[in-house]
């Protein structure tokens, strides 16, 4: 069996590499990099666009520059001004105090790593199949939940649990890859489709077909979750790792335009899920914060020359935690699409190794977090749920 698996893991690394095809051909060298196609010559990146509030406002965005950079005051990063150019990231280390804002005086994004880090261990216990009285090891001891629904779609693999913590806040987190298969479908889910309802100075939003045919099965019970646990008018969170991150994206979307009161969405490599009209309609609504690491190669797909952009801002870890991370807008180079020349090592490490030990994309905020992102993080994995947990099997 071991054998069988390992086979499989390969022949997902193959098709995954010939599904970047040419862009990763060879990797490139410093001077290739800063050839590589420019993730910012979409127009959404262009020095005029604007940057959305959190509160479906807009005002002119942050414009695009070589040389300014943020200053760091009181544990908040003074946003550029729209007059003038700046380049929209900052390389800062915040872990003692783990918080950040971006944007100009009027219009900030905050990023907490302590909500990053409770919202991680979320995410982590969607892997667990037995979240019986909320016990199931590392994954659970990061959150204190008073009551959930645990919702699965045999036939499409998703996975949600929705909850209420002790505090009376209310979640959605969705599970994220968790075979082979699923990084396969991470890497080749470029069918790109028209979003109903959604469009972007006049052009309709295109989205991933089956990131978005798996949502729409699922939304309608996730809400009813929501409804049945007295979340109605409460500040509800989402969030999810790898596919759960993308599936946690079109969540935010139809949330803020539903009403639903939405507090925070934090993803952990989410691949991309749509277009650049998508991503600006996207910021025109909710704020995403896109937590990256250099070494995830899952963010990175599908291409940007597939005709994909993500959305959101990215906090973007190029090392360990205590190094601090950068918060970047859009595609920005100096953040994850920089690593492009690294996926097919970084792909290998994800492939090759059981534990997940050697894969960034399990490893997100470990040094602060115990347990990696997969279900290596609990306890009676492989138990039957208890009756008293609420599973919906459609």
Known sequence: MPCVRRTLDLIGLAIGLT??????????????????????????????????????GSSEGPKFGE???????????????????????????????????????ANTYSYSQADAVELAYLATATYCRNLAGWNC????????????????????????VVGRRNDNTCFVAFRGTSNIAGVRADILAVVLRPKSSCSYEGRPCMVSASFQNHYDKAAPRIK???????????????????????????????FAVSGINLRHTYTFGAPRQGNSDFAEAVR???????????????VLVPRLKDGFAHTGVEVYYAGAVSQGYRLCYGED??????????????????????????????????????????????????????????????
């Open 224 to 254: 009813e979750a929501l409804n049945n646990l007295g979340c109605s008018g409460r500040e509800v969170d989402i969030t999810g790792h790898s596919l759960g991150g993308a599936m946690a994206t079109l969540a935010a979307w139809d």
């Open 333 to 394: 180079k100096s953040c994850a699409v920089s690593n492009v020349g690294d996926f097919a090592a970084n792909l290998l490490g994800c492939t090759v190794d059981g534990s997940g030990s050697l894969c960034g994309h399990s490893k997100y905020m470990n040094e602060v977090k115990s347990g990696l992102m997969s279900s290596g993080s609990c306890t009676n994995n492989n138990a039957v749920a208890a009756a008293e947990q609420d599973i919906l099997f459609p």
């Open 67 to 105: 040389n300014s950079k943020f200053s760091q005051q009181n544990g908040t990063l003074e946003g550029p001004s729209s007059q003038g150019n700046s380049n929209f990231f900052s390389n800062f280390s915040q872990v003692e105090l783990g918080l950040a804002s971006v944007g100009s005086s």
């Open 284 to 298: 025109q609504v909710v704020t995403i914060m896109r937590v990256t690491r250099a070494d995830d190669p899952i």
């Open 137 to 160: 090891g590392l994954a659970c001891q990061g959150a204190s939940v008073a009551d959930f629904v645990d919702y699965e779609d045999r036939s499409t693999g998703l996975r949600a």
């Open 19 to 56: 599904a970047l095809g040419d862009e990763l051909a060879t990797p490139p060298s410093a001077a290739s990099k800063a050839a590589m196609p420019d993730p910012l010559e979409d127009p959404i990146f262009q020095s005029d666009s604007n940057f959305p509030q959190q509160n479906g």
